[in-house]
T-cell receptor
Framework: SQTIHQWPATLVQPVGSPLSLECTVE??????LYWYRQAAGRGLQLLFY??????ISSEVPQNLSASRPQDRQFILSSKKLLLSDSGFYLC????????????FGPGTRLTVL | QKEVEQDPGPLSVPEGAIVSLNCTYS??????FMWYRQYSRKGPELLMY????GNKEDGRFTAQVDKSSKYISLFIRDSQPSDSATYLC????????????FGQGTRLTINP
């Protein structure tokens, strides 16, 4: 069966510091991978998605970047965090050839102070 | 106008009641419709998935899609306190990376 991991689970960072959040998927190959951000009391905003190694599509202009160095690894980064980067970051995967359902990881709660 | 509209609630009902959760959408290209359940401080969990119009039932949960009205619903029968969570609708067109568009989520509380 497939599992998805995210770490760290929680993170408190000062404004201006760098960020690296990691997501890994087990039990599948060549998945589509997605990064979402969820602000308090709001729905999910798609930030980036990837259909393969090194292939990243950005959905909204922002202070973040994403990379996919390995098939089942997806990384979200920032060089300098802003207060507005605070939120709940969720990674998701989808099996190619399936229909549209995506499966989410446990999330990382980021607080920028 | 948002592509997907969902009443954020909160919605509070007594245990055993039938719960109705709804979303409307504007993009007629949407063909895949999902409901996710999200407990506090956890990732969303896929609850129901429907393709195109019609009904789908899974235990106490029923999902309905009315594409002509651009309206989807999730019904929960015999609601339990463990059903207390935020419910998110999501939908996708049959294109490329199958990006999901989410509603804001409805916060539901089932009172014992």
């Amino acid at each position: 069966s497939q599992t998805i991991h995210q770490w760290p689970a929680t993170l408190v960072q000062p404004v201006g510091s760098p960020l690296s959040l990691e997501c890994t998927v087990e039990g599948t190959s060549n998945p589509n991978l997605y990064w979402y951000r969820q602000a308090a009391g709001r729905g999910l905003q798609l930030l980036f998605y990837s259909v393969g190694i090194g292939q990243i599509s950005s959905e909204v202009p922002q202070n973040l970047s994403a990379s996919r160095p390995q098939d089942r690894q997806f990384i979200l980064s920032s060089k300098k965090l802003l207060l507005s980067d605070s939120g709940f970051y969720l990674c998701a995967w989808r099996l190619k050839g399936s229909q549209a359902e995506q499966f989410f990881g446990p999330g990382t709660r980021l607080t920028v102070l | 106008q948002k592509e997907v509209e969902q009443d954020p609630g909160p919605l509070s009902v007594p245990e055993g009641a039938i719960v109705s959760l709804n979303c409307t959408y504007s993009n007629s290209a949407f063909q895949y419709f999902m409901w996710y359940r999200q407990y506090s401080r956890k990732g969303p969990e896929l609850l129901m998935y429907t393709y195109s119009s019609g009904n789908k039932e899974d235990g106490r949960f029923t999902a309905q899609v009315d594409k002509s009205s651009k309206y989807i619903s999730l019904f929960i029968r015999d609601s339990q306190p463990s059903d207390s969570a935020t419910y998110l609708c999501a939908m996708s067109a049959n294109q490329g990376a199958q990006k999901l568009v989410f509603g804001q989520g409805t916060r539901l509380t089932i009172n014992p």
